[in-house]
């Protein structure tokens, strides 16, 4: 079974899987099925992520492709915008999820409220 189908089965089963902030799995719904899916989903484990994380990513690219989209040339938050999206782009090419995920919400925390924490 792909990683794909075992995500899908798993969901029409009433668990919902999604990456913990650490890069694992994190497995909610009815504790019934996800005990049932357990020892599939730990057997399955490195393929199951490498799925939720392309998911993610492009879930992740295109918010800030969506948050970005107004920025011009002129505007004061452009700077750390661009710095950010620098160590975005490093994060994806190391394959760094976490890292990755870390670096959006900085991008987001500087685009919606002008970099100010």
Known sequence: MTPQAIIE???AD???????A???IKASG???AVNRWLPIILENKADIVAALVQ?????????VAELTSGLTADDPRLPLVMDELLAWDDALQRGNWVAFRQTAARV???????GQS
């Open 22 to 24: 650490s890069g694992g």
């Open 30 to 32: 009815d504790q019934g």
């Open 55 to 63: 998911g993610d990513w492009l879930t992740a690219w295109r918010e």
């Open 14 to 20: 009433g668990v919902r899987l999604a990456l913990s």
């Open 108 to 114: 987001r925390s500087a685009v919606t409220r002008g």
């Open 9 to 11: 089965q798993v969901n």
